[in-house]
Structure formats: structure tokens, C-alpha cells
């Protein structure tokens, strides 16, 4: 029903010009024709008339014969006297009263006179004072154009119909890639964003729509997917923030509690003076525990100050990174391999850079028994700074290994505190500024077992961190 309606608002207003076309080319080719059959006819009228009026100059008064004009029918012969009386009539002339021949005398020239049949009749004055009238019948010359006017009605409607025939073929195949292309957009604005806009085909303006329509399509499309994945992100984002908290909110109740428990006892005087030492120690150790948490917890959630970038000495870092471990873990066997690479320069911050390297590698000492060997290599491959810390101890839990570098991640399940254990911000501070620094960290099984971390780092960095 659409795409006939489409195709009727198209045909009728040119359906309406081809039909008045048609007939004005019918109106003038009946005239021409008209004026042509007109003009053979006053032609013998003239003719008869110079025949007539010549005889009868010679004999006087002019004999009643016919003069041959060469038509069907012979002309008929009228003589009006000076006073306007028709002197001379034929017999056959009852359509033609006097009445027209006296104001044919007086006008002159020739004209059509009489009906059913009609005349064309032309006069000349002769020499005795009389006139000549001479009409010649227009029986057969109206017969032709009626003719010609049936053929002309019967013609022009069937050129009228081939030419309506031929326009519904051209508006179809010009509107069907249009009454397609409508159905395409309103089933895209129902919601079905999965319909196949089609190939390009028709004219080339109905071709460009197409391409045009596939790729607001396109686009459409893209946009719906960013918005899908940022609202899936904003919610993963809700879900950390609200995982970030309660962890955030457990590790800061813990030594909360320690110091309250502790505090709750001396004012119950329930604390010897040696209880009071061992509670001052406790005391102690669980502020430094507190202050650690929230130093890290502020690294972590504050925005990272922007310094300018300068050289840093990868190799150099590292070095520093591993004499601070040996001090820090003396039960483990702590080395670096820089000899193929004694120095690796990228942009950067030398502090936070080695903030990041040293957080891996005590990472690596908590997380693994006394005397495993713990390893921290450079290297540069296609124009990237490899920095790994590598440990063949017991690996980490298949459980977490997606989650390591979120906050108050550990390797194990559970939440208890072991005495050499974090709160599990160390690898999300190293993330973090790794990550600052346009780089990435990525943890992968030592073979043989243990951790391999592996920091990628550009050769050169943004101006500004």
C-alpha cells in the first residue's frame, strides 16, 4: 500500500501533463490539417469564381453552367442583383438562405456558410453590376476531419496509455529502491538496529542514500556498543569502588582494633608493667602498620602529581632495587642480571619507577619461602624496556592470578594476616605507576614454577607523567 501510494503521488501530476500534452499536439495537428483542407478548398473557390466571372464578361448574362474545379461535388452558383436580391438559385442550395449570401456580398472575401452540409462560398462583382457567388460543398472535407479527429482521440489515448505504461515502469524501478530504503528506516526507528540495509543500486542519488543510510547505520551502531560498554564499565567501576571499601574498611579496622583492645585494658587496669611494655610494643607496631595502610591507600586513590620526564637509567634502578631487597630479605638469594644491558634509558620518574620495581620485588620475598632464589633482569626487545622479576617459588593461585594487580588482592583466599603479609597494595601501587608512565605490567608462570612479573616500558615517554 506504501509503495503504491508512492507511485500514484509520483503518476498523477505527470500522467495529468502527459495527457494535456497529447492533446494540445491533437488540437494542433487538427487545425493544421483544418487549415490546409480551408485553403485547397477557397482555392477552387477562387478559381471557380475567375472561370465564372471571365465567361461571362465575354456573354453577358452569364451563362448558369458549372465550372469543373476538380472536387467531388460541382460548386453552386449564386447571382445577387445590386439591391441584394438573389437573382440566381440552384435547386440544391436550401441550406443557404439569403440572408447569408446578402452579408457574404457586402463583407466579401470567402467564408463558411450553411449547415449540414456546410459551404465555403466566395463573390466577385461582374461587370453588369451583379455578383457572383460561388460555394463549394464542405461534405467531404468534414467527413475527413472527423475522421482525422476519431483517429487523433483514438491515437492520442492509446499514446497516452503506452506513455502512463512506460512511466509506472521507470517510477517502479526508480521507487523501489526508495520504498525499500523507507522500510529500512522506520524498521531502524522500531528499535531494529540488526536490518540489512541492502546494496546500492537505482539511480546514483538513490545509491549515495544507501551508502549514506548504512553508515549512520554504522554509526549507530558503534554508538550503541561504546555506550553498552561504558555503562558495563561504570558498573565494574561501582562494583571496585564498592569491593575497594570494604577491603579498605577491613584493613583499617583491624590494627583500629588492636590499639582500642589494647587501650581498653590499661584503662581497666588490667596491665602489669610488663603488660603495659608488651601493649606499648603492640601499640607501636600496629600504628606503623596504620600509617603504612594509609600512606598506600592515599598513593593509590590520590591524583599522581605531573613531573616533567628526565632520562632514567633502567639498569641503574634496578641495581638500587636489588641492594635494598638483600637489606630488607636476607633470607633470600637476591640477584640482578645486567650484564648484557648495563644501561637502559627511558623518560621518566627515576623515584616512582623504582617505587614500582621495589614493590614487585618485595612482593616476591612475602610470597615465597626462605632461600628461594629471586632474579631482576633487564633487557630491551623492538625498541621497548623489559624489566622482569622473576622467582621459582610456589607460584600464584589460578584463583587470582586475573584480580593480582586490584587493591588487597593476596594469594591467598582468605583473609587473615600473616606476619609477613601486606594489605595487598603493593602490585596495584606498581600497576598504577607503570601505567602512568604509559607501560604495563603483565604476570606469567616461571617455567619450572613461580611468578615471572615483567614490566614493558616505550623508549620514550610524554613529556609531562
Same mark, same amino acid.
Given at each position: 500500500?506504501?509503495?503504491?501510494?508512492?507511485?500514484?503521488?509520483?503518476?498523477?501530476?505527470?500522467?495529468?501533463?502527459?495527457?494535456?500534452?497529447?492533446?494540445?499536439?491533437?488540437?494542433?495537428?487538427?487545425?493544421?490539417?483544418?487549415?490546409?483542407?480551408?485553403?485547397?478548398?477557397?482555392?477552387?473557390?477562387?478559381?471557380?469564381?475567375?472561370?465564372?466571372?471571365?465567361?461571362?464578361?465575354?456573354?453577358?448574362?452569364?451563362?448558369?453552367?458549372?465550372?469543373?474545379?476538380?472536387?467531388?461535388?460541382?460548386?453552386?452558383?449564386?447571382?445577387?442583383?445590386?439591391?441584394?436580391?438573389?437573382?440566381?438559385?440552384?435547386?440544391?442550395?436550401?441550406?443557404?438562405?439569403?440572408?447569408?449570401?446578402?452579408?457574404?456580398?457586402?463583407?466579401?472575401?470567402?467564408?463558411?456558410?450553411?449547415?449540414?452540409?456546410?459551404?465555403?462560398?466566395?463573390?466577385?462583382?461582374?461587370?453588369?453590376?451583379?455578383?457572383?457567388?460561388?460555394?463549394?460543398?464542405?461534405?467531404?472535407?468534414?467527413?475527413? @476531419?472527423? /475522421? !482525422?479527429? %476519431?483517429? +487523433? $482521440?483514438?491515437?492520442?489515448?492509446?499514446?497516452?496509455?503506452?506513455? *502512463?505504461?512506460? #512511466?509506472?515502469?521507470?517510477?517502479?524501478?526508480?521507487?523501489?529502491?526508495?520504498?525499500?530504503?523507507?522500510?529500512?528506516?522506520?524498521?531502524?526507528?522500531?528499535?531494529?538496529?540488526?536490518?540489512?540495509?541492502?546494496?546500492?543500486?537505482?539511480?546514483?542519488?538513490?545509491?549515495?542514500?544507501?551508502?549514506?543510510?548504512?553508515?549512520?547505520?554504522?554509526?549507530?551502531?558503534?554508538?550503541?556498543?561504546?555506550?553498552?560498554?561504558?555503562?558495563?564499565?561504570?558498573?565494574?567501576?561501582?562494583?571496585?569502588?564498592?569491593?575497594?571499601?570494604?577491603?579498605?574498611?577491613?584493613?583499617?579496622?583491624?590494627?583500629?582494633?588492636?590499639?582500642?583492645?589494647?587501650?581498653?585494658?590499661?584503662?581497666?587496669?588490667?596491665?602489669?608493667?610488663?603488660?603495659?611494655?608488651?601493649?606499648?610494643?603492640?601499640?607501636?607496631?600496629?600504628?606503623?602498620? @596504620?600509617? /603504612? !595502610?594509609? %600512606?598506600? +591507600? $592515599?598513593?593509590?586513590?590520590?591524583?599522581?602529581?605531573?613531573?616533567? *620526564?628526565?632520562? #632514567?637509567?633502567?639498569?641503574?634502578?634496578?641495581?638500587?632495587?636489588?641492594?635494598?631487597?638483600?637489606?630488607?630479605?636476607?633470607?633470600?638469594?637476591?640477584?640482578?642480571?645486567?650484564?648484557?644491558?648495563?644501561?637502559?634509558?627511558?623518560?621518566?620518574?627515576?623515584?616512582?619507577?623504582?617505587?614500582?620495581?621495589?614493590?614487585?620485588?618485595?612482593?616476591?620475598?612475602?610470597?615465597?619461602?626462605?632461600?628461594?632464589?629471586?632474579?631482576?633482569?633487564?633487557?630491551?626487545?623492538?625498541?621497548?624496556?623489559?624489566?622482569?622479576?622473576?622467582?621459582?617459588?610456589?607460584?600464584?593461585?589460578?584463583?587470582?592470578?586475573?584480580?593480582?594487580?586490584?587493591?588487597?588482592?593476596?594469594?591467598?583466599?582468605?583473609?587473615?594476616?600473616?606476619?609477613?603479609?601486606?594489605?595487598?597494595?603493593?602490585?596495584?601501587?606498581?600497576?598504577?605507576?607503570?601505567?602512568?608512565?604509559?607501560?604495563?605490567?603483565?604476570?606469567?608462570?616461571?617455567?619450572?614454577?613461580?611468578?615471572?612479573?615483567?614490566?614493558?616500558?616505550?623508549?620514550?615517554?610524554?613529556?609531562?607523567?
Amino acid at each position: 500500500m506504501k509503495s503504491f501510494g508512492v507511485r500514484s503521488t509520483m503518476l498523477v501530476p505527470l500522467l495529468g501533463a502527459l495527457t494535456l500534452g497529447s492533446a494540445a499536439l491533437g488540437l494542433f495537428v487538427y487545425r493544421a490539417v483544418e487549415r490546409d483542407q480551408f485553403a485547397i478548398v477557397d482555392g477552387e473557390v477562387t478559381r471557380a469564381l475567375a472561370a465564372s466571372v471571365g465567361s461571362s464578361a465575354r456573354d453577358r448574362p452569364a451563362r448558369d453552367t458549372a465550372v469543373d474545379t476538380g472536387s467531388i461535388e460541382p460548386p453552386l452558383q449564386f447571382v445577387v442583383g445590386p439591391d441584394g436580391t438573389v437573382i440566381q438559385r440552384p435547386a440544391s442550395s436550401e441550406t443557404i438562405d439569403d440572408a447569408q449570401l446578402a452579408q457574404l456580398v457586402a463583407e466579401g472575401g470567402i467564408t463558411t456558410v450553411g449547415a449540414d452540409p456546410r459551404y465555403r462560398a466566395g463573390s466577385r462583382t461582374r461587370a453588369d453590376g451583379t455578383t457572383l457567388v460561388m460555394a463549394l460543398s464542405l461534405r467531404s472535407v468534414d467527413a475527413s @476531419l472527423d /475522421s !482525422l479527429r %476519431r483517429n +487523433l $482521440l483514438l491515437g492520442g489515448g492509446v499514446l497516452v496509455a503506452v506513455q *502512463a505504461l512506460i #512511466v509506472l515502469a521507470v517510477a517502479r524501478r526508480v521507487a523501489r529502491p526508495v520504498v525499500r530504503l523507507s522500510g529500512v528506516a522506520h524498521r531502524i526507528a522500531a528499535g531494529d538496529f540488526d536490518t540489512d540495509v541492502g546494496r546500492s543500486e537505482g539511480p546514483r542519488e538513490t545509491a549515495a542514500l544507501t551508502d549514506d543510510l548504512a553508515a549512520m547505520l554504522a554509526r549507530l551502531l558503534a554508538a550503541l556498543d561504546e555506550r553498552q560498554r561504558a555503562a558495563a564499565g561504570a558498573e565494574r567501576a561501582r562494583a571496585d569502588m564498592e569491593r575497594f571499601m570494604a577491603d579498605a574498611s577491613h584493613e583499617l579496622r583491624t590494627p583500629l582494633t588492636a590499639l582500642r583492645g589494647y587501650s581498653e585494658l590499661h584503662q581497666a587496669g588490667m596491665l602489669d608493667e610488663d603488660g603495659i611494655d608488651r601493649a606499648m610494643v603492640r601499640i607501636g607496631a600496629e600504628s606503623d602498620r @596504620l600509617s /603504612s !595502610l594509609v %600512606r598506600d +591507600l $592515599l598513593q593509590l586513590v590520590q591524583p599522581t602529581h605531573r613531573r616533567a *620526564a628526565e632520562p #632514567v637509567d633502567v639498569a641503574a634502578i634496578v641495581s638500587a632495587v636489588v641492594h635494598d631487597l638483600r637489606a630488607a630479605h636476607p633470607s633470600h638469594e637476591i640477584r640482578h642480571d645486567l650484564d648484557a644491558h648495563a644501561a637502559c634509558i627511558v623518560d621518566g620518574d627515576a623515584e616512582r619507577l623504582h617505587q614500582a620495581v621495589l614493590n614487585l620485588g618485595a612482593n616476591a620475598c612475602q610470597h615465597t619461602p626462605a632461600g628461594t632464589e629471586i632474579v631482576i633482569t633487564v633487557a630491551q626487545r623492538d625498541g621497548e624496556t623489559l624489566v622482569a622479576v622473576i622467582d621459582d617459588g610456589p607460584g600464584i593461585d589460578s584463583g587470582v592470578a586475573t584480580t593480582i594487580f586490584q587493591p588487597f588482592t593476596r594469594g591467598e583466599t582468605s583473609r587473615s594476616r600473616s606476619s609477613h603479609d601486606g594489605a595487598g597494595l603493593g602490585l596495584a601501587i606498581a600497576d598504577r605507576i607503570v601505567g602512568h608512565h604509559g607501560g604495563s605490567i603483565v604476570c606469567s608462570p616461571t617455567p619450572g614454577g613461580g611468578a615471572t612479573f615483567t614490566i614493558r616500558l616505550g623508549a620514550r615517554r610524554s613529556p609531562n607523567l
